[in-house]
């Protein structure tokens, strides 16, 4: 199933003011990560949710998320969002995405109006990763390879398979849709974002489990237009990992080098 197919939510149902609700959800088996939904694509769903009831001069500022149980592809869910506040500024909203009865994913989206100030402090972080030419990581290996990497061209600059037994801990390289959408918003970038594996997996000498327990990103603007076609870079560093648990910075820029968002990563690992 497209990226775009997955991001156009249903009508929803407007329980009151502040909430609104879109049943029968379904995210299918292709964009599946082990015995869950690939984490990107629901927290793009998410975002969609939440962007709803939003007014469109307000974009997005931050987006914190949490993976609390598995959500299970193939089978309908409801995501359900609630306004906490609408200041004169920023608008806070909360939605989660429920199945069987449980919050299995839940999100916290900052929306704020553009304001006028006297204090800039311009954003000097770059690269110097060339552009690529073509994808360039990992084969798609039946019961190894996470089915949703099909959708995602990943090139590594910097950084090793999962499961090698690398010492480093870092990614370096570049990401974009394999079959580009028609339009690329938000919703978008935070599914793509998230396609790259975990900084530590590349560190394990042999399979096992990993996922992430929280997830923030924000987003700055203005920036440049951009397209469903183009290379987004990304940088990942693992500042700290102990007793199961790792925590990873990255920066993404756009294919003219500005700095788009920023990410960081709480990963639970089971070696």
């Given at each position: 199933?497209?990226?775009?197919?997955l991001l156009?939510?249903?009508?929803?149902?407007?329980?009151?003011e502040?909430?609104?609700?879109f049943d029968?959800?379904?995210?299918?088996?292709?964009w599946s990560q082990?015995?869950t939904?690939?984490?990107?694509?629901?927290?793009?769903?998410?975002?969609?949710?939440?962007?709803?009831?939003?007014?469109?001069d307000?974009?997005l500022?931050?987006?914190?998320?949490n993976?609390i149980?598995?959500l299970?592809?193939?089978m309908?869910?409801?995501v359900?969002a609630?306004?906490?506040?609408?200041g004169s500024?920023?608008?806070q909203?909360?939605?989660q995405?429920?199945?069987?009865?449980?919050?299995?994913?839940m999100?916290?989206?900052?929306?704020?109006?553009?304001?006028?100030?006297?204090?800039q402090?311009?954003?000097?972080?770059?690269?110097?990763?060339?552009?690529?030419?073509?994808a360039k990581?990992?084969?798609?290996?039946?019961?190894?390879?996470?089915?949703?990497?099909?959708?995602?061209?990943?090139?590594?600059?910097?950084?090793?398979i999962?499961?090698?037994?690398?010492?480093?801990?870092?990614y370096?390289?570049?990401?974009?849709?394999?079959?580009?959408p028609?339009?690329i918003?938000?919703?978008?970038i935070?599914?793509?974002?998230?396609?790259?594996?975990p900084?530590?997996?590349?560190?394990?000498?042999?399979?096992?489990?990993a996922?992430?327990?929280?997830?923030n990103?924000?987003?700055?603007?203005?920036?440049r237009?951009?397209?469903?076609?183009?290379w987004?870079?990304?940088?990942?560093?693992?500042?700290q990992?102990?007793?199961?648990y790792g925590?990873?910075?990255?920066?993404?820029?756009?294919?003219?080098?500005?700095?788009?968002?920023?990410?960081?990563?709480?990963?639970?690992?089971?070696?």
């Amino acid at each position: 199933m497209k990226i775009d197919e997955l991001l156009a939510l249903p009508e929803p149902e407007h329980i009151n003011e502040h909430q609104w609700q879109f049943d029968n959800v379904t995210i299918t088996g292709d964009w599946s990560q082990g015995r869950t939904a690939f984490g990107g694509i629901s927290a793009g769903i998410l975002y969609q949710a939440a962007r709803h009831g939003i007014r469109e001069d307000r974009v997005l500022r931050s987006f914190n998320t949490n993976f609390i149980g598995p959500l299970e592809v193939d089978m309908p869910f409801s995501v359900r969002a609630q306004l906490l506040r609408e200041g004169s500024n920023v608008s806070q909203v909360m939605v989660q995405a429920i199945q069987k009865g449980k919050v299995c994913v839940m999100s916290q989206a900052c929306f704020g109006l553009a304001r006028r100030s006297k204090i800039q402090v311009e954003n000097r972080d770059t690269h110097s990763m060339p552009l690529p030419v073509k994808a360039k990581f990992i084969p798609q290996i039946p019961k190894v390879t996470p089915k949703f990497l099909r959708h995602f061209d990943l090139a590594i600059d910097d950084g090793g398979i999962p499961f090698t037994g690398r010492s480093k801990s870092h990614y370096h390289g570049f990401m974009r849709f394999k079959d580009a959408p028609q339009a690329i918003g938000d919703g978008h970038i935070i599914t793509m974002i998230d396609a790259w594996p975990p900084t530590l997996l590349q560190m394990m000498r042999f399979p096992a489990p990993a996922s992430t327990v929280s997830w923030n990103l924000e987003f700055i603007h203005p920036h440049r237009p951009v397209t469903g076609a183009d290379w987004f870079a990304y940088q990942a560093h693992t500042r700290q990992a102990a007793d199961g648990y790792g925590h990873t910075e990255a920066t993404i820029w756009d294919k003219d080098g500005e700095v788009i968002a920023l990410s960081r990563q709480t990963v639970a690992i089971f070696d």
